[in-house]
Structure formats: structure tokens, C-alpha cells
């Protein structure tokens, strides 16, 4: 083992030395042939010379010219507690904190060095901080013991200035400095809960003042966004769950959106199982490509450290590898490729998760790595070296040098901000702009294309506090026997232009997503995933599944010299989709003599409505989970399976293939022909995807109550959910 630790510690100093300005390794390289020859010769204990070997490696390691810092930012804290506490949304919820947490600086990089708590005066609990771009002055969340959430802190590196920035019932988490001196956050002053979790509060980006006013909702979905990072370009990237008619599991990917909260884009991700959340992203310097943690659906506690290449694409595998082989992906298993950074890797001793990497270079990085049950923190390197710095009371995490560093571009302000409180005005409305909506999708036919349709998932900001246990249900309130899906609105049409073009008008802050139409209103192909813009956002795109390989197409953006369209809304106005409104009216209509009552149909398809599975009347389960719809079964996948998360082929789902819809259009089957309103109800039904409920529906649901619910930070409700403006 000492003839192996040689090895690598020359090795260390070879890649070094290779460096710009590298250090003198002749006193240690001289050392290691003594210890060599002590080893062979047999003149000392094996034990003595391996760790003499060990020290010589470590002053190796840190004459590294890459470690120009004798301190570094880091918390030590406790694991969460409470039911499912590893869970990826429920661990940053204030109400599973523990205290006995410390935000931390040490002054010399070894177990010894000099230790300076910055914060708590009380007991509480912290995540991850952020250091100013002077290195002056560290931003905190925190929770005290005696309250119930996270807020904002900032304090000098020193210990002095304390100032609360953030107030009140929400957590507020995982700050950083924007270059302009705003701050970026994730918070639940959504007020939403997860979909599939409604027991759990969600957390999404916002931007304040840098004393903590003017707090802006900047992103525009439902479930959790976490860690936001400045990239060395200028752009935010963080990491967001979604899952837009797709599976629930898999989807937490890498995203970018600029600091004022426009542009936001997929950066890695938003169709790969591996790995299982990709969290914690910092920028390598100098680099295009971004170190991260692979954590698990389930728990956020297990990790495997990797890079991202996007200039090599933006799925797996492309553009992956992975630092720490000798730890797999969590929970969602080995890959089929699994590429690793280094052939060199090694490890000595046995490590069972890593977590909130640092980079320093394309090589060198601090970590976290947990054995025997604790997160230490090391300075380490993707062939596998590392060295102790410190090991606190409980875990390790979020380190992060004391040192000046550069700051990003501040890029240009392009939101009119619609002021907040009494101030606040109505959002201007965003703009979209797309030159070809046939771009990215060979199978279907121009001119097929007649209309544009936008959906909006409306937030889940009501919630029963417990699930409608089943297998695809998960919800409380629950809204669909398919999936745990949102509540939708169809704000409306625009008309697609006989060359594909289309530019029209949406209202800011809202998570929408498209779907192509043909000239009955049918969906021919649908967006699986949701978007969004700020109050005065424009933005184009490109088909309906722009890659970062594909460059835009080559045509003048004559429309955009004209006014924007302004949506259609549907004949029904913006009310939700709800199968009660949209679906048995019409089939109570036009189906009953032969499908109710005596019909002669009756036994072949009872169309009554009536009791039928939990809380879903008949026949709206019949024909959902029959096929007769039309739906996406979007759960009807195994949770590795990437299928379930591609971009389905156009023409194959929802009311083109619906045989619901297939009969409506039969005015022979129907012995007349149906009214247009009712068809276009029908096939907006199948459309969105069989919901059942909609908003009124879960405004009659009473507000839940049970014992403890007075502990809660946020009051759970259902019939007074309120509705949070955004941004």
C-alpha cells in the first residue's frame, strides 16, 4: 500500500508541476525515494513508512498553486428530521430543521487549523451560504430554534454585522450575490405544495433588494427549484423538478435563467433517468463545463460527484462524466454507459456518498465525502487523491474559499417590474415569437398546422395534506387518475401562418405550454414540459423541441416588425378543464338515449355518470384507463425507463388518436351533427390530458384540519387556497 501511495503522490506531483508557475516538489520527491528505499530494505515498520508517505502526498497536495486561500466558508449541520426527511423537496423544509447547525470559517486547511463561528447566537440550523465578490461579507439562510422557517441573513466575514434581511412565516433558502447586487433565492412564498407530495412545501427561484425588499417570484412552475449559481458567464443555473405530462421521478435537470429572471433554458437533462437529480452545479473556472452532485428522488443525502460538457449535448450521456466511480448513481442504478473522467480514479478507503463539490480547477476541487456516517471535508482531484481538511461536530457541507473572486457580467435588465405591495401594477404582458413551429418535427406535414394552443398549469397552492392513495394518484387534492397532474386553463389560440411562423402575446409569471392544432382543434403534437416569460419578456424559439445543436433557422423575423396576435380564448372563456363541465354535459347530450337509462349500448359502454373509483364518478375512469380517450399514460413506464420522458412523436396521442373524438366527428354514429362548442370541449378535454377536477372543484373541497396543523408554518387550505402573484 506505501509503494501504491508513492505512485500516486509522483503522480500528484507531475500533473502539478505541469501547471503554470508550478512549485519546487525536489524536497518531497527526495523524500519519497528515502521512504522507497526504507520500504525495500526492510529498515522500518510498513505502518510508519505508509504514513510517512501520507504526509509527504499531502504537502504535495497543498502546493497546489490552485489553493491561493488559507480560509474557507463552510456549515457544519445536522441531518433533517421528521417523516421522509432525505426526501429532495421535504429536507430544506424548515419544519424537519434540527439545530445544533453553524455557519463556519477555518483558517488553515487541516483538522487543526483555526475555527471562527460566524453564526448562530441561538441554536438553529443553516444552508448553503454565499461569499460577496470582495470577500467581505457571507449571506446565510437560517433557522432558529424558535421559529418555524429559513430567512436571509447577511454578516461580515468577521462576525460583525449581523442583519436579518428576510421575515416572516416562508423559508427562504440558498442566497447568492448577483453581480448587479440583487440576491437570488429559492422560496416558498409560492405557497404552493408538490403535486405528488401535498404534505410538503415547494420552493421556487425569486430575486430581491439587497437589504431584502422588492421580493420577486422569478420562476414560473409548480414544484421545487434548488441551489441557484452564478455561471462564469452570467447566467443562474439551478436545479428544477418538473413534470408536465411525464413521469414524476426522474426529471430533476440542470436549467439557466438569466439574472433578471428571463431566458430561462434547459442546460442538462430534461429527458435523462442518470442520473437521478443533478444538484448542486458550480462552474469550473475557465470552463464551459459545470461540476455537480448525482443525488437520489428519495434522498438527498446520497451523491456521486460528475462534470458536464454542454458543448457536448445536453443528455445522457452526452457531455457526462462521472469523478467518483467507486460511487454509483443513486436510486436510479448503474447506467448503460457510465463514462468516468479519470481511467486514473482511485480511492483509498471506503466512501458511500459526496456531495456540494467546489471546483478549483478541471482537476482539483474541495468535497464533501461522507464514511462511517459523517461528511468530512477534502481537498481533492478527479484521479481519486484527497486530503482531510476538517471534520466538524456533524456534517460538512457547502465549502466554498475565502478569497476575492471575479465578478460575472452583469447582464442588462430587461423586466418591467410591476412594483409589489400597495405599488404593485398589472404585469405587462410577455412575448413569443417562433420563425417555424414545424422545425424539429420531420413526421408532420406542413401545413397541417393551423393554430397554436396555450395551456396553463395553474399553481398548486391547495391542499388536503394528505394523498389520494393509488397507484398514479399521489395527490391531495387529486386531479387526475392518470398522473399527479395540475390544475389547467386553455388561455387560449393563435393562429399558425401558412409558413409555420407564429408571434402572439401571453400574460407574464404563468408556467404554459404549447400544443400545435389542426383545423378541427385537435392536437397534432404537445409540448412536455412548460415555459414561461417576465412582464416585458420577448423570446423566441424554435420548434417544438429546440436543441443546443440545432442553430435557428435562416429566415428574416419580418413578424416581429408587426404587432404581436393576442390570444383566442376558447368559446367557454379561461375557466379550468374539469371532466364534470367539459365532458358529461356533452355526453349526457348526445349519448345518452343509447349509452344511459335503456339504451341498447348501455352494456357495451355505460356513459351514466355515477359512483365509481375513489373520488372519480363514472365513466370517467372507464374511459380514461380504457384507451377510449385517448390519454397519455404517462406513468405507464418503469421509473429507469427513458422512454417515458422523450418527446413523443407527433400525430400518435390526444385527440388524434382518440376514439372518444373519432365518434364525436361521426355524424353518422351520432345521428347529427355535434354543436362546435361541444366538440371543441371535448377534444380540449382529451387535450389537457383527462383532468377531472378544476379549480372550482378543489374550491369545494373543505380546508383540511387535524391536530398539530397550528405547529405548521403556512396554513394548509383548500377552499381559501390563496392565489400568489408572480413575479
Known sequence: RALQEMGWARDLASRIGKMSQPPDFSDELDQLERLQSQLTSGQNDSKDIYLAVRGVKRKIAFKNPLIDFDEILFIDNPYPEGAEWPHEARHRNGMMAVPGGRLLVLKGLHPSGELRKLMPEKPGSFWRPDLSFDATRVLASFKPHDEKSFHLYEINIDGTGLKQLTFGDYDDLDPIYLPDGHIMFSTSRCNTYIRCMPYTYAYVLARCDPDGDNIYLVSHGNEPDWLPTLLNDGRVIYTRWEYTD????????????????????????????????????????????????????????????????????????????????????????????????????????????????????????????????????????????????????????????????????????????????????????????????????????????????????DSKTATTWTRDISPNWYSGPVVSILQADGVKRILGTVQVQPDGSVYFEVPAGKALHFQ???????????????????????????????????????????????????????????????????????????????????????EKIDLTFRPGTGVFNEPYASLVMGGIAGAMLVEDFDQRDPESYKTFRPLQHLS????????????????????????????????????????????????????????????????????????
Not at 694 to 712: K, M, Q, T, V, Y
Open 246 to 457: 411525464k413521469a414524476l421521478w426522474r426529471i430533476q435537470s440542470l436549467w439557466t435563467v438569466n439574472q433578471d429572471g428571463t431566458n430561462t433554458s434547459v442546460f442538462w437533462g430534461n429527458q435523462s433517468v442518470w442520473p437521478d437529480m443533478l444538484v448542486e452545479p458550480r462552474p469550473i473556472p475557465n470552463s464551459n463545463r459545470v461540476m455537480f452532485t448525482g443525488a437520489a428522488h428519495h434522498n438527498w443525502f446520497d451523491g456521486s460527484i460528475g462534470i458536464l460538457d454542454p458543448n457536448k449535448g445536453f443528455n445522457f450521456p452526452e457531455g457526462l462524466t462521472k469523478i467518483t466511480a467507486d460511487v454509483p448513481w443513486p436510486e436510479c442504478g448503474e447506467p448503460p454507459l457510465d463514462p468516468i473522467e479519470s481511467p486514473s480514479y482511485h480511492t483509498a478507503g471506503a466512501y458511500d456518498a459526496y456531495k456540494s463539490p467546489f471546483p478549483l480547477g478541471e482537476e482539483d476541487f474541495l468535497v464533501s465525502a461522507r464514511r462511517d456516517g459523517k461528511y468530512r471535508l477534502y481537498l481533492m482531484d478527479v484521479h481519486g487523491n484527497r486530503e482531510l481538511i476538517y471534520q466538524g461536530a456533524h456534517h460538512i457541507w457547502h465549502a466554498m474559499p475565502v478569497r476575492p473572486r471575479q465578478k460575472p457580467l452583469t447582464q442588462s435588465d430587461q423586466v418591467a417590474w410591476p412594483g409589489t405591495g400597495s405599488d404593485r401594477r398589472t404585469p405587462e404582458p410577455g412575448i413569443f415569437f417562433s420563425p417555424n413551429v414545424y422545425e424539429g418535427v420531420p413526421d408532420l406535414p406542413q401545413g397541417m398546422v393551423k393554430h397554436l394552443r396555450v395551456i396553463q398549469m
Open 516 to 602: 400545435l392544432l389542426d383545423e378541427h382543434y385537435r392536437a397534432l403534437q404537445t409540448m412536455r414540459s412548460f415555459s414561461g416569460l417576465m412582464p416585458g419578456e420577448r423570446r423566441s424559439c424554435v420548434g417544438c423541441h429546440e436543441s443546443h445543436s440545432r442553430a435557428p433557422i435562416n429566415r428574416p423575423y419580418t413578424m416581429t416588425q408587426q404587432t404581436p396576435a393576442e390570444l383566442t380564448p376558447p368559446p367557454w372563456g379561461t375557466e379550468t378543464i374539469s371532466y364534470t363541465k367539459f365532458v358529461q354535459p356533452v355526453l349526457d347530450r348526445y349519448c345518452a338515449e343509447c349509452h344511459q337509462g335503456e339504451g341498447e349500448a348501455k
Open 656 to 727: 388524434y388518436t382518440s376514439q372518444l373524438i373519432d365518434v364525436a366527428m361521426d355524424e353518422e354514429h351520432l345521428g347529427r351533427k355535434m354543436d362546435p362548442v361541444d366538440l371543441r370541449r371535448l377534444i380540449a378535454w382529451v387535450d389537457s390530458n383527462c383532468v377531472y377536477r378544476g379549480e372550482e372543484d378543489l374550491r369545494s373541497i373543505p380546508d383540511p384540519d387535524f391536530a398539530g396543523i397550528e405547529e405548521l408554518p403556512i396554513r394548509p387550505l383548500c377552499m381559501n387556497a390563496p392565489i400568489i402573484e408572480r413575479p
